[in-house]
T-cell receptor, first 115, second 112 residues
Framework: KAGVTQTPRYLIKTRGQQVTLSCSPI?????VSWYQQTPGQGLQFLFEYFSETQRNKGNFPGRFSGRQFSNSRSEMNVSTLELGDSALYLC??????????????FGPGTRLLVL | AQSVTQLGSHVSVSEGALVLLRCNYSSSVPPYLFWYVQYPNQGLQLLLK??????LVKGINGFEAEFKKSETSFHLTKPSAHMSDAAEYFC??????????FGTGTSLTVIP
């Protein structure tokens, strides 16, 4: 059974640009959640999608958005990039979702560097 | 406020010694607690989780954790450290299932 995959693995952008990250969950999983990891702020929850609907959202500005497709793949978009958006972005999938307190399986992450 | 706190950002132990990584939570409702490990340049891997079924939880790689409500703690232990245990460890909590909150992490170094 394939794990959670994230593409691209590494990305370099400049301030003001936008970026789209992709996450493919484990087959059969309907929940995808996104996290930002930085040295200063640690791990922070961004949002969760379940069956194409955003169910939960963390405390991030509107520049951070996402969506989920009918095949459960999810994309995260960050517009008007700032230097502080440089981070490792992790996604996780689960069969039921956070509400079911189900085990999450994490992808390897996308490392974004904003110059 | 509901949160989780990891005491000690860096812990060093000798190979074969006891590993103890501390995690405390604050909550007005029953928490559900998790320990994750992150190896260099990798994503998170679940070690174990507490969901109220049993207070002593056994996980992978010989790790276990005990939920102590009176102490609001969920410390991670392993009787004998191995070199391969060197990694970053995160305690996490969810209360309502709406969000996950992570601790700041503890970097474990194993000294040969």
């Amino acid at each position: 059974k394939a794990g959670v995959t994230q593409t691209p693995r590494y990305l370099i952008k400049t301030r003001g640009q936008q970026v789209t990250l992709s996450c493919s969950p484990i087959s059969g999983h309907r929940s995808v959640s996104w996290y930002q990891q930085t040295p200063g702020q640690g791990l922070q929850f961004l949002f969760e999608y379940f069956s194409e609907t955003q169910r939960n959202k963390g405390n991030f500005p509107g520049r951070f958005s996402g969506r989920q497709f009918s095949n459960s793949r999810s994309e995260m978009n960050v517009s008007t990039l700032e230097l502080g958006d440089s981070a490792l972005y992790l996604c996780a999938s689960s069969s039921i979702g956070l509400a079911g307190l189900e085990t999450q399986y994490f992808g390897p992450g996308t490392r974004l560097l904003v110059l | 406020a509901q949160s989780v706190t990891q005491l000690g950002s860096h812990v060093s132990v000798s190979e074969g010694a006891l590993v103890l990584l501390r995690c405390n939570y604050s909550s007005s409702v029953p928490p559900y607690l998790f320990w994750y490990v992150q190896y260099p340049n990798q994503g998170l891997q679940l070690l174990l989780k507490y969901t109220s079924a049993a207070t002593l939880v056994k996980g992978i790689n010989g790790f276990e954790a005990e939920f102590k409500k009176s102490e609001t703690s969920f410390h991670l232990t392993k009787p004998s450290a191995h070199m391969s245990d060197a990694a970053e460890y995160f305690c996490a909590v969810t209360f309502t299932g709406n969000q996950f909150y992570f601790g700041t992490g503890t970097s474990l170094t194993v000294i040969p």
